[in-house]
């Protein structure tokens, strides 16, 4: 299992588009990937799930991946927050 | 647990007679003093000098009794109790039968940075509401991934991978009559002791649902308020899981499955999905049977007992047919030697 913390650096947060984004690139992979916030722990696939944990700007997310494919998923997802999700320029 | 600070205790949302009808009098910078026990205080003893095992960390109530002993401290000019009370970090003061704090005890809270509340109710109505709201807040949680319906009056939580049809069978399901609770995440407190209460990890999000195809949905909007529904009791999971042809599902239903959820056991049944398969009829009957089984009638139970009882009634039948036809032949006989 990896864990990692990944930090929202993009100014609106994560809003509907970002977890979009997220949920997509995580139903790529076939690990179980859950991300957490203070005590509440969501499952990456669910876009509602990701919408409600209310992660604003500067939120530090706890990331957990296990499965076949952990290094990728976990890459892939850090990239995602690192990129500001593509809102502005890195 | 996120901390829960006395601006949060504030603005409970609680109704009725749960209402705490709490407002700020004085102190506000304090308000983000954290309640760490979920316990009160009447603070009588202490304000008479005697400060032994007092209670620093518990909210304190100041009801007539207190007020009547604060007007007296006033009148006497005598502030050493209230000061030594403000020396040690009290997360707040609240004041019911809406009394006002004394200018003394107003002056020396607000120098030590402690909010004072006030309510209407009195005191004691008070405390017990507090205790309850208090206990709720404070009670063990967990914020599952899985959907929370209302069918027929039983509280499912329909549990299962993503994109497995957990909130196209809860949508179904709001189609024919029944109650959304919260679609993904779903925020579980244990409460009273053995009570699953199960709500929306953020209410202020209101109803919404994630449709593969679709996108989200807006539940209230689409299905009428008479869809959805805050908080229920969980009574029964239903486990979604893509049907596996080398498992063995349970055929009878005789022998019930729980799942432990924050130390409380729920019926737990595991239902295989596949196309064609239709999900929120079998959640329904599932729900229908969970009451049965309440009311106390078991159906794979007492149909076990019918069919036991079927096969010995059938077996003394047939032995008393066999015997029958054995004393009919003899007596057939007897008659034939007769008439010879």
């Known amino acids: 299992m990896i864990e990692r913390e990944v930090t929202v650096t993009n100014r609106a947060g994560i809003h509907a588009r970002p977890a979009a984004m997220i949920v997509q690139t995580a139903s790529r992979y076939d690990s179980r990937i859950m991300l957490g916030k203070d005590n509440e722990e969501i499952n990456a696939k669910s876009i509602m799930g ?4 209310g992660a604003g700007y500067d939120t530090v997310l706890n990331m957990k991946v296990e499965g076949p494919d952990e290094q990728e998923a976990a890459d892939a997802l850090a990239s995602l927050f690192e990129n500001r999700f593509q809102e502005e320029p890195a | 647990m996120k901390a829960f600070t006395v601006l949060d205790l504030l603005s409970l949302d609680l109704k009725e007679h ?20 979920p316990d009160l205080n009447r603070p009588g003893l202490a304000l008479s000098g005697f400060y032994d095992k007092f209670g620093f960390d518990r909210i304190q109530i100041f009801g007539r009794g207190e007020t009547a002993y604060l007007e007296k401290l006033e009148v006497e000019k ?13 997360p707040c003061v609240i004041f019911t039968h809406a009394l006002e704090p004394t200018p003394d005890f ?18 004691s109505e008070f405390s017990s509401r507090l205790i309850r709201a208090l206990s709720n807040v404070f009670a063990p949680h967990e ?3 899985g959907v929370l319906v209302e069918v027929f009056g039983i509280g499912v939580l329909i549990l ?20 959304l609770v919260a679609d993904d995440a779903v925020d579980i407190r244990c409460v009273a002791g053995n009570i699953l209460l199960g709500a929306g990890a953020n209410q202020a999000l209101g109803h919404h649902m994630e449709i593969r195809g679709l996108g989200i949905i807006n539940v209230t909007h689409l299905f009428g308020v008479g869809a959805i529904r805050d908080s229920k009791q969980i009574q029964m999971i239903v486990e979604l899981e893509l049907w596996d042809s080398n498992k063995q599902y349970d055929r009878i239903g005789a022998e019930e499955h729980t799942r432990d959820i924050l130390g409380v056991k729920v019926p737990d049944l595991q239902v295989p999905v596949k196309p064609g398969r239709n999900v929120p009829i079998i959640i329904e009957t599932a729900a229908m049977n969970e009451r049965l089984k309440k009311m106390g009638y078991f159906s794979a139970k007492e149909f076990n007992q019918s069919v036991l009882k079927w096969l010995e009634s059938e077996h003394a039948r047939n032995a008393y047919f066999q015997n029958r036809d054995i004393l009919q032949r003899d007596i057939h006989r007897e008659s034939d030697q007769e008439e010879a």
């Open chain 1, 50 to 53: 990701i919408i409600t944990l």
């Open chain 2, 18 to 37: 749960n209402a705490l009808d709490l407002t700020c009098v004085g102190g506000r910078p304090g308000l983000t003093r954290e309640i760490r026990i």
């Open chain 2, 78 to 90: 005598n502030t050493e109790t209230i000061e030594q009370l403000f020396r040690r970090d009290v």
């Open chain 2, 106 to 123: 107003r002056r020396i809270a607000e120098e030590s940075g402690c909010p004072l509340l006030q309510t209407d109710l009195p005191s």
């Open chain 2, 143 to 145: 914020t599952i991934h």
């Open chain 2, 160 to 179: 299962g991978d993503s994109g497995v049809g957990k909130s196209e069978a809860a949508l179904e399901l709001i189609e024919r009559g029944h109650r």
